[in-house]
């Protein structure tokens, strides 16, 4: 049977996940959903032990598409052994790392698909609460989720004896408040305990062992979840051959910025090129324009130039080079890049965009939603902030720049969450690789001035600590 | 715990807003609402229906009060400063009425890209607001002085392919040009006061 879709995919995605988004005739009913073999893959799994599907998704590789790439099914071996607690599952469906755009549409379009994955999972891992931590910002969703629940329980898929096979699960939707921190998982894990969401360190508190309520918690993204419910059906053997070796199986990638075609595209994990994604996907670069810089992760990934060249090890360490135009999409030769595969969120910049600005709206961003729980990173974040707006406001000197710089690396790696990195990574790339044109927007003649008296105190303590006073 | 030391830790003022919403007050359908959420925790976690309660509560009056802190905090046998520090710290919980018509525009970088700022300049012509006096902290929203809207920049509504986006209260609208502004708002017509 051909599926048609009111925007169609692009030749070269394969569509596993969002096989139902756009899809013409499809709504998020269950009826329609059942229709298409929806909850067959559940049936299939709840006749497996679950040790037996946590090992299908230890075969299959899958690695968490929220942002962090850490295996899936490896996640869910952290419970203890001797656990006697409640297990919980949660659903991180907290979508808001800039740039990507792609559990908006699984939620909205086809929630049953997530809700199948979350029943397969919590029966893997032994869960019989789970939670779907849904964004504020998504209301709509939120509905149609709670509706699917109610569904998908009339049907017996939820709630006591599922199937006659004797598991329970409840499955609830915990609407956040639109706060990015909550997209962290112990930070989730402290919202959904009706706290304020700062993180917790780690260790102890890995959620797998220490979460909700201080019992096992597993937490996935979305995207991850949904692939369980395909790794059931295919197998984890026939699910890797997808992709490629350690970057395995289907991702949605999520174009935003100054290309022809934006959108979302699920293509075969490094089966794209950074060439063959921009030109042949999405288009090209807008009329009249060039490519300048790319931001390939989600906004907390460091950017890349379309100039650049990296020079990567062969296995027998020899180097070679690689061009930005050859990196192929998958976990791996984004981190030998210098970068990361994040989130699937890819933003596009072209040579109409000022570097100085596009640091500056980035740090508005963390600025406002860093926690505030650690001193490098509250401090920081508002700090850089601060002086990338003298830098668009032409009141920057040279100076500033290394200040700027400055903080960024005294955040990294100083902080309980990676809330740390994700603020300060994309200052120190943006600097790094286009500190020419960030400093033809500052001035000689602003050099010297102290802002106010704490851009003062900042400067000398940051860049002179023997002139600071003890 | 009485009101008036609340009064000191919660925002709460008087805005053109203000007038478009029903005072608080807790009636058999809230408490209703407020126990089937209760209930979707064990017993001695009740305290993670503290978001829960705080929606019931914003949705049906625009924002939340002292006093529905102290309905909150009563139902979760919690101290209401255990409520209040989640009032404060959440950029999606209002401790001031909005417009009637509160609209959410994306400034983040795609949307930035797309023309979200000259959206949010557009909308308060359109709108009479003056946004001069907000910041991204503590003043995020600026409501227009007939009541009916009001404005706010959101970070990121993760619509990034089809920026700038927007949201009005809960509706979201996708490609909102800074030319469609006027298209937008004349689907939420305001109402005379």
């Given at each position: 049977m051909k599926i048609e879709y009111s925007k169609p995919p692009h030749p070269r995605e394969h569509r596993l996940i969002f096989k139902n988004v756009d899809r013409v005739g499809w709504d998020p009913s269950i009826e329609c959903y059942i229709n298409e073999g929806g909850y067959d893959d559940l049936k299939k799994a709840l006749k497996m032990e679950p040790s037996k599907i946590t090992e299908e998704v230890k075969q299959s590789g899958l690695r968490g598409r929220g942002g962090a790439g850490f295996p899936t099914g490896m996640k869910w071996t952290f419970i203890p052994p001797n656990n006697t607690k409640p297990v919980y599952l949660i659903c991180n469906c907290d979508e808001s790392e800039p740039g990507t755009f792609k559990d908006r549409y699984i939620v909205h379009q086809d929630p049953h698909q997530l809700i199948e994955g979350m029943i397969i999972s919590a029966y893997a891992v032994g869960a019989n609460t789970a939670f779907i931590y849904m964004r504020e910002e998504f209301p709509e969703a939120a509905i149609i989720c709670e509706k699917a629940i109610e569904d998908a329980r009339a049907k017996g898929f939820l709630g006591k004896d599922i199937l006659g096979t004797g598991f329970d699960l409840e499955i609830y939707v915990h609407r956040g408040a639109a706060a990015y921190i909550c997209g962290e998982e112990t930070g989730l894990i402290e919202s959904l305990e009706g706290k304020r969401p700062y993180p917790r360190i780690k260790p102890p508190y890995f959620p797998a062992a220490l979460g909700l309520y201080m019992c096992p918690t597993i937490v996935n993204n979305v995207e991850s979840l949904c692939h369980v419910k395909h790794i059931i059906r295919m197998g984890g053997d026939e699910y890797a051959k997808?992709?490629?070796?350690?970057?395995t199986g289907t991702r949605i990638l999520c174009v935003s910025g100054d290309v022809k075609n934006p959108g979302y595209f699920e293509i075969e994990v490094g089966k794209l090129t950074m060439r063959e994604l921009l030109y042949e996907v999405c288009g090209g670069p807008k009329d009249g324009r060039e490519f300048k810089a790319v931001i390939p992760g989600g906004s907390s990934s460091k950017i890349l130039r379309c100039d650049e060249v990296f020079k990567l090890k062969n296995p027998d360490n020899s180097e070679k080079d690689l061009s930005f135009w050859d990196i192929a999409l998958d976990f791996d030769s984004l981190a030998a890049c210098g970068s990361m595969a994040g989130s699937g969120g890819v933003i596009v910049m072209d040579d109409s965009r000022s570097m100085s600005w596009v640091l500056n709206n980035i740090n508005a961003f963390y600025a406002h939603e860093s926690c505030g729980q650690c001193t490098p990173c509250r401090e920081g974040s508002s700090w850089m902030k601060k002086i990338s707006d003298r830098l668009v406001e032409g009141k920057a000197s040279a100076e500033d720049l290394e200040t700027l710089e400055q903080v960024a690396y005294q955040i990294d790696g100083r902080t309980i969450c990676a809330f740390g990195e994700a603020s300060s990574w994309p200052v120190e790339a943006i600097i790094a690789k286009f500190r020419e044109e960030l400093l033809e927007d500052t001035s000689e003649s602003n050099s010297g001035v102290a802002h106010n008296p704490e851009a003062e105190a900042q400067r000398r303590f940051l860049i002179d600590h023997d002139s600071f006073p003890a | 715990m009485s009101d008036s030391s609340l009064q000191h830790l919660v925002a709460s003022e008087k805005t053109p807003g203000t007038a478009k919403f029903p005072s608080f007050e807790v009636s058999s359908e809230i408490e209703a609402e407020a126990e089937k959420r209760i209930a979707q925790f064990p017993v001695e976690h009740k305290r993670s229906a503290v978001l829960p309660l705080l929606h019931i509560v914003q949705h049906k009056f625009g924002y939340i009060s002292a006093e529905a802190i102290e309905w909150v905090a009563g139902k979760l046998e919690l101290e209401p400063i255990k409520v209040c520090e989640v009032v404060t710290f959440?950029?999606?919980?209002?401790?001031s009425a909005p417009g009637k018509f509160h609209i959410r525009v994306c400034r983040t970088l795609s949307c930035a890209m797309g023309g979200s700022y000259e959206l949010m300049d557009k909308l308060c012509e359109l709108t009479g607001i003056d946004r001069s006096k907000q910041d991204s902290h503590h003043h995020p929203i600026a409501v227009s002085p007939c009541g009916n809207y009001s404005v706010e920049f959101a970070e990121c509504l993760a619509s990034c392919g089809t920026a700038p986006v927007c949201l009005v209260n809960d509706d979201f609208h996708e490609?909102?040009?800074?030319?469609?502004a006027v298209e937008l708002l004349a689907k939420y017509p305001a109402e005379d006061s």
């Open positions: 997808l992709g490629k070796p350690r970057n | 959440y950029p999606g919980l209002r401790q490609a909102v040009a800074p030319e469609k």
